[in-house]
């Protein structure tokens, strides 16, 4: 093979791979097979450097910097596109189409209207020779060099009937992952980063060192020809798809639909979709796809009239920070939240946004009284993105004081090292996060009371009957029975649950406390290690430490909590009020006849419910599951079971009817 020969042949590989890869995003060969092939044509070119071509796809590199752009004056101007805001305006505007071209529904070519940068690119007999910015729609910037080290946009087109000229209208973006990547590593650097992947866009085009430009993760779509000789299709759409064959990216969103309903449904989808797309859109573009009827309809001013861009709500706002308020969340953690001058972002009113902690604030180094960013995406809580500190008036501003004392409950708050979250010590007596320690002593892992759910704890301490779990067991029927969509049985059901659930062990008691940092595993070595709460509570740090898996931290969390009067208090009371457990000595056969068994009830019963065999098993100290697995000691079925059932035969688990489970829970007599 002549050297010649294998230039071409390489060349041919890496385009048909790039083309896979970019165009078709269907890469056919792994990413090493791929530095292969270019590093090969990359040597033969450098041993050969008169062989080399411009547009070989090893020149994806750039060149030589440029001392400034030269001018260019676009073939035929580049037009923008007028904005409307909601579905009325959008039915307003087809509307307009459909009187003009006499007919009832028109056929629209949608798009995604990408965030970055329009540009220009004509290709000379399927060759790119030059590429350009919008600038003001007549003349921009002659931008070749730069543009042609985007990864995905060919040097050379493929396939038939390439046109002798053709100018590719599209926009050049960044990809929202090259942008995070590219922010992080300027970061590093110690340098200025890009507010959005749209000015990252913006600024990597246009530096005079295409060299920089290389190395910025850019990408382009195409959405246009602009002129062109030759023949293509008489369709916005298929235009699109002829380009795509001939080797260039476009949007895979590009869609064709007839009539209203479909151009809405169509906003709502991408809407919907847009968190999740690799790159950032700010709207969809609704075009007139028959191009003789875009001439029909033709141009006012600026814009076409046969295209349309429907506009998202702005993500980002200008207001003002009025206060800092500091609330305590579900684990006491105290969360310093702006509250903002109401503004209108992202399609509802915001008037908070979290500043999270300490570290942010002093990152953003935001005052009260600043003007602020704000931004609220897709359905992400809002934040503040930076603040305008050219705008700062110095004699309306003041710094952000944060609290010493909890601010619901002022009991001290502490700010654990390496965490940069103040937390209030307050624990179980402190309001805001009663709600949360209730529903947590109530929840399965802890004392499983059976229909005590979220709700109804809100309701409970809503309503001023509960304010810490001890009190739960001086509630009477009497008083549940009052509170909003409680009916009898369940108030009776759930009088009845508090009482089956005083009967648990020394570890879902610990766990059920809602120390912090102490899940189920660490509350089991509690207990295990010191046999009675009274040894836990007066345990000290060095000897909690001793227990395996307490660290430093942990022992912190449990010594200072039994250090807390109302803990203490509440810790008592509910021993007072009858919850117990077997001493640690004493699980044996006799109280704890099923632990370590696991039971999944299926069907309906007779004589009992299944909450009360689940609760009859758990007393017994065995776990009940939801689903079958071999790890399952039986399947408890009633009448009626269905798929558990199936499943215990395929794994050879064994099953048990009722007659078998009362004789197991000795209720039969
Ligand atoms: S068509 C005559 N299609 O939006 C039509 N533009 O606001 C001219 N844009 O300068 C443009 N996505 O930078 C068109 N699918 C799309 C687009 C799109 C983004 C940008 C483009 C243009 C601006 C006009």
Same mark, same amino acid.
């Given at each position: 093979m002549s050297i010649r020969t294998e230039i071409t042949h390489l060349t041919l590989l890496l385009e048909e791979y790039n083309y896979q890869y970019y *165009? #078709?995003?269907? +890469? %056919? &060969?792994p990413d090493a097979e791929y530095d292969r092939v270019f590093q090969q044509l990359q040597a033969i070119e450098k041993e050969n450097p008169e062989l080399l071509s411009a547009n070989s796809p090893t020149q994806k590199v750039g060149g030589i910097a440029l001392t400034k752009f030269e001018q260019v004056t676009h073939l035929k101007p580049m037009l923008s596109l007028d904005n409307v805001f909601d579905t009325q305006a959008l039915n307003d505007f087809m509307q307009r189409v459909s009187d003009k071209l006499i007919r009832s529904e028109t056929t629209f070519c949608i798009e995604p209207k990408l965030d970055g940068l329009a540009v220009s690119i004509i290709y000379e007999n399927g060759i790119l020779v030059q590429a350009a910015t919008r600038g003001d729609g007549q003349t921009g910037e002659n931008v070749t060099e730069n543009v042609k080290t985007i990864a995905n946009l060919p040097l050379r087109l493929r396939g038939e009937n390439i046109p002798p000229l053709l100018e590719v209208r599209g926009e050049v973006f960044m990809l929202k992952a090259g942008f995070k990547k590219l922010n992080d590593s300027l970061t590093q650097a110690n340098e200025k980063t890009f507010v959005n992947p749209r000015n990252a866009a913006a600024g990597s085009l246009r530096q005079l060192d295409s060299k920089v430009t290389a190395r910025r993760p850019l990408a382009f779509y195409c959405y246009a020809v602009g002129v062109f000789e030759g023949q293509l299709p008489n369709s916005q759409f298929e235009r699109i798809q002829k380009l795509k064959e001939w080797g260039l990216p476009i949007s895979e969103e590009v869609k064709r639909v007839v009539g209203n309903t479909d151009c809405h449904a169509y906003y709502q989808a991408i809407a919907k979709k847009r968190p999740r797309l690799a790159y950032e859109i700010d709207g969809v573009v609704y075009k007139v796809d028959d191009i003789s009827e875009q001439q029909q309809l033709g141009f006012v001013a600026r814009a076409p009239r046969w295209a349309m861009a429907y506009k998202f709500p702005a993500e980002e706002a200008v207001t003002v920070v009025e206060n800092v308020e500091f609330q305590v969340g579900r684990t006491g953690a105290i969360t310093p939240v702006a509250k903002l001058k109401p503004v209108f972002v992202g399609g509802v009113t915001v008037s908070n946004a979290t500043l999270h902690n300490k570290d942010e604030i002093q990152r953003l180094g935001i005052l009260i009284g600043d003007q602020v960013v704000v931004r609220r995406a897709g359905d992400v809580i809002p934040q &503040? *993105? $930076? *603040?305008l500190v050219d705008k700062r008036d110095q004699k309306k501003t003041q710094q952000i004081v944060f609290p010493t004392s909890c601010p619901v409950c002022h009991s001290p708050v502490e700010r654990i090292e390496g965490e940069s979250t103040i937390r209030c010590v307050g624990g179980l007596y402190c309001e805001a996060q009663r709600k949360q320690a209730i529903k947590h002593f109530a929840s399965r892992k802890a004392l499983n009371i059976d229909g005590l759910g979220n709700k109804i704890v809100e309701l409970l301490v809503d309503h001023k009957l509960v304010e810490n779990p001890a009190q739960l067991f001086s509630l009477s029927t009497s008083q549940v029975i009052t @509170? +909003? $969509?409680?009916g009898a049985i369940s108030a009776k059901k759930l009088i009845n649950s508090l009482q089956i659930c005083k009967k648990t062990t020394l570890s879902r008691f610990l766990y059920s406390l809602g120390i912090r940092e102490v899940g189920e595993a660490t509350a089991n070595n509690l207990a295990n290690h010191y046999k009675t709460i009274e040894a836990v509570k007066s345990a000290g740090i060095e000897d909690l430490k001793t227990v395996s898996d307490v660290g430093e931290i942990v022992a912190k969390h449990i010594y200072y909590f039994f250090r807390q009067e109302h803990n203490n208090e509440v810790v008592d009371k509910l021993i007072a009020a009858g919850v117990h457990w077997p001493k640690i000595e004493g699980i044996n056969e006799s109280e @704890? +006849? @099923? #632990?370590?068994q696991t039971f999944v009830i299926t069907g309906t019963f007779t004589n009992m419910s299944r909450t009360d065999i689940k609760n009859a098993l758990q007393q017994l100290g065995a776990k009940v599951a939801g689903s079958v697995s071999?790890?399952? %000691?039986a399947v408890i079925a009633g009448e009626a079971a269905g798929s558990k059932l199936t499943k215990a035969a395929e794994l050879g688990v064994s099953v048990m009817d009722e007659a078998a489970l009362s004789i197991l829970l000795k209720t039969d007599s």
């Amino acid at each position: 093979m002549s050297i010649r020969t294998e230039i071409t042949h390489l060349t041919l590989l890496l385009e048909e791979y790039n083309y896979q890869y970019y *165009v #078709l995003d269907n +890469p %056919s &060969v792994p990413d090493a097979e791929y530095d292969r092939v270019f590093q090969q044509l990359q040597a033969i070119e450098k041993e050969n450097p008169e062989l080399l071509s411009a547009n070989s796809p090893t020149q994806k590199v750039g060149g030589i910097a440029l001392t400034k752009f030269e001018q260019v004056t676009h073939l035929k101007p580049m037009l923008s596109l007028d904005n409307v805001f909601d579905t009325q305006a959008l039915n307003d505007f087809m509307q307009r189409v459909s009187d003009k071209l006499i007919r009832s529904e028109t056929t629209f070519c949608i798009e995604p209207k990408l965030d970055g940068l329009a540009v220009s690119i004509i290709y000379e007999n399927g060759i790119l020779v030059q590429a350009a910015t919008r600038g003001d729609g007549q003349t921009g910037e002659n931008v070749t060099e730069n543009v042609k080290t985007i990864a995905n946009l060919p040097l050379r087109l493929r396939g038939e009937n390439i046109p002798p000229l053709l100018e590719v209208r599209g926009e050049v973006f960044m990809l929202k992952a090259g942008f995070k990547k590219l922010n992080d590593s300027l970061t590093q650097a110690n340098e200025k980063t890009f507010v959005n992947p749209r000015n990252a866009a913006a600024g990597s085009l246009r530096q005079l060192d295409s060299k920089v430009t290389a190395r910025r993760p850019l990408a382009f779509y195409c959405y246009a020809v602009g002129v062109f000789e030759g023949q293509l299709p008489n369709s916005q759409f298929e235009r699109i798809q002829k380009l795509k064959e001939w080797g260039l990216p476009i949007s895979e969103e590009v869609k064709r639909v007839v009539g209203n309903t479909d151009c809405h449904a169509y906003y709502q989808a991408i809407a919907k979709k847009r968190p999740r797309l690799a790159y950032e859109i700010d709207g969809v573009v609704y075009k007139v796809d028959d191009i003789s009827e875009q001439q029909q309809l033709g141009f006012v001013a600026r814009a076409p009239r046969w295209a349309m861009a429907y506009k998202f709500p702005a993500e980002e706002a200008v207001t003002v920070v009025e206060n800092v308020e500091f609330q305590v969340g579900r684990t006491g953690a105290i969360t310093p939240v702006a509250k903002l001058k109401p503004v209108f972002v992202g399609g509802v009113t915001v008037s908070n946004a979290t500043l999270h902690n300490k570290d942010e604030i002093q990152r953003l180094g935001i005052l009260i009284g600043d003007q602020v960013v704000v931004r609220r995406a897709g359905d992400v809580i809002p934040q &503040v *993105v $930076r *603040v305008l500190v050219d705008k700062r008036d110095q004699k309306k501003t003041q710094q952000i004081v944060f609290p010493t004392s909890c601010p619901v409950c002022h009991s001290p708050v502490e700010r654990i090292e390496g965490e940069s979250t103040i937390r209030c010590v307050g624990g179980l007596y402190c309001e805001a996060q009663r709600k949360q320690a209730i529903k947590h002593f109530a929840s399965r892992k802890a004392l499983n009371i059976d229909g005590l759910g979220n709700k109804i704890v809100e309701l409970l301490v809503d309503h001023k009957l509960v304010e810490n779990p001890a009190q739960l067991f001086s509630l009477s029927t009497s008083q549940v029975i009052t @509170l +909003p $969509r409680m009916g009898a049985i369940s108030a009776k059901k759930l009088i009845n649950s508090l009482q089956i659930c005083k009967k648990t062990t020394l570890s879902r008691f610990l766990y059920s406390l809602g120390i912090r940092e102490v899940g189920e595993a660490t509350a089991n070595n509690l207990a295990n290690h010191y046999k009675t709460i009274e040894a836990v509570k007066s345990a000290g740090i060095e000897d909690l430490k001793t227990v395996s898996d307490v660290g430093e931290i942990v022992a912190k969390h449990i010594y200072y909590f039994f250090r807390q009067e109302h803990n203490n208090e509440v810790v008592d009371k509910l021993i007072a009020a009858g919850v117990h457990w077997p001493k640690i000595e004493g699980i044996n056969e006799s109280e @704890l +006849p @099923l #632990l370590g068994q696991t039971f999944v009830i299926t069907g309906t019963f007779t004589n009992m419910s299944r909450t009360d065999i689940k609760n009859a098993l758990q007393q017994l100290g065995a776990k009940v599951a939801g689903s079958v697995s071999n790890k399952t %000691s039986a399947v408890i079925a009633g009448e009626a079971a269905g798929s558990k059932l199936t499943k215990a035969a395929e794994l050879g688990v064994s099953v048990m009817d009722e007659a078998a489970l009362s004789i197991l829970l000795k209720t039969d007599s």
